[in-house]
C-alpha cells in the first residue's frame, strides 16, 4: 500500500513538474537562436523544442544536432546530416505559441543546404507537437532546395482559430549528402492589423459573398495601398498591389470557403475583411 502510494505522489509530481517548466510562448517577437544547445555534434537542442525523425528505422539517423561550421550569426547552429541511400523526414517543432485570434503573425528562418545534395524544407503549424498535427498547416514548402548560402524566408501567417500552436520546421532529405539542411535562426513577431482611422478611407467590399471577382472601392489612393487575401487557414493564396479607387479583383480560381481580405497602405496602416466564396 505504502508503494502504491508513494508510486501516486511521484506521478502527481512528475506532473506538476512538467506543467510547471512547459513553456508557453505568449510574448512577440519571440526569437530562436539555437545557441543553448548542447556540444557540437550532439543532438542536445534547446530544451523547449521538439525534435522528431520520421521514415527509417536506420540507426545512423541522428537527427538534428548542434555544430559550429558556417553559422549565419552566432556561434553555432543546427543541421541535419545527411545519409547515403536513406530518406529521412526531420521536424523541429517549437514550444506552445499562444497566437490571437485574426491576427497576424511573420515567421522568419534562416536556412542554407550543404555542399554535398539538396533537400526538401518547409513550415507548417499545428495544435499538437507532432508532424501528423503540424502536416495538416503547411505554410511554405520548397520540395528540393539547394544553396549553400544563408536565405531567409520570411511568411505572413493569419490567425484564424482560438487554440494555440505549436511551429514545425521540416526537412525532407533524399539520401547522399553529408550536411542536408542547416538552420541558424527564427523568429515570429506579431503584426498591427486593426486600424480604425484607415475606416475612413474605405468605402466597400462588393458582392459578398462573391463567386468570380469582387469590387473593392477606396476614398483615395494618396498613400500607396496593397491588398492580401488568406485562406481559412491563415496561409496567403492572393495579392495586389498598388490599388486603385475602384478595383475588381478575380478570385475565380479559388476555391469555396470563408477568407480574410487584408487592406494595408504604407504608412502601416491596415484593416482585416471577412469574405466568402460561394
Request: aromatic share 8%; hydrophobic share 35%; glycine share 8%.
Amino acid at each position: 500500500m505504502m508503494k502504491k502510494k508513494l508510486l501516486i505522489l511521484t506521478v502527481l509530481i512528475s506532473i506538476l513538474t512538467n506543467s510547471l517548466t512547459a513553456q508557453v510562448v505568449t510574448t512577440f517577437p519571440y526569437e530562436e537562436s539555437f545557441e543553448t544547445g548542447g556540444a557540437d555534434d550532439t543532438g542536445e537542442l534547446p530544451t523547449e523544442w521538439t525534435v522528431l525523425s520520421e521514415g527509417t528505422d536506420s540507426p545512423f539517423n541522428l537527427g538534428f544536432i548542434m555544430n559550429s561550421s558556417n553559422p549565419h550569426s552566432g556561434a553555432r547552429t543546427v543541421l541535419v546530416p545527411g545519409i547515403p541511400s536513406v530518406s529521412l523526414e526531420e521536424w523541429l517543432i517549437s514550444p506552445e505559441i499562444q497566437l490571437v485570434k485574426g491576427e497576424v503573425y511573420t515567421i522568419k528562418l534562416w536556412y542554407r543546404t550543404g555542399a554535398n545534395g539538396g533537400a526538401g524544407v518547409g513550415i507548417g503549424l499545428g495544435d499538437q507537437p507532432n508532424a501528423n498535427s503540424i502536416k495538416q498547416n503547411i505554410i511554405w514548402e520548397i520540395p528540393s532546395v539547394s544553396n549553400t548560402t544563408y536565405e531567409q524566408v520570411e511568411i505572413d501567417y493569419t490567425h484564424l482559430d482560438d487554440l494555440s500552436k505549436h511551429i514545425g520546421i521540416v526537412v525532407t532529405s533524399f539520401g547522399g549528402g553529408i550536411t542536408q539542411n542547416i538552420f541558424d535562426s527564427f523568429s515570429i513577431e506579431q503584426k498591427i492589423l486593426s486600424n480604425t482611422k484607415f475606416e475612413n478611407d474605405f468605402i466597400q467590399l462588393t458582392p459578398n459573398p462573391a463567386n468570380d471577382f469582387f469590387e473593392l472601392r477606396l476614398k483615395n489612393t494618396e498613400n500607396e495601398t496593397n491588398l492580401s487575401i488568406y485562406s481559412s487557414l491563415g496561409k496567403l493564396v492572393k495579392k495586389e498591389l498598388k490599388l486603385n479607387i475602384n478595383n475588381r479583383v478575380n478570385v475565380s480560381n479559388m476555391a469555396s470557403g470563408v477568407y480574410l481580405v487584408r487592406i494595408e497602405d504604407n504608412t502601416g496602416r491596415s484593416l482585416v475583411k471577412k469574405l466568402i466564396i460561394d
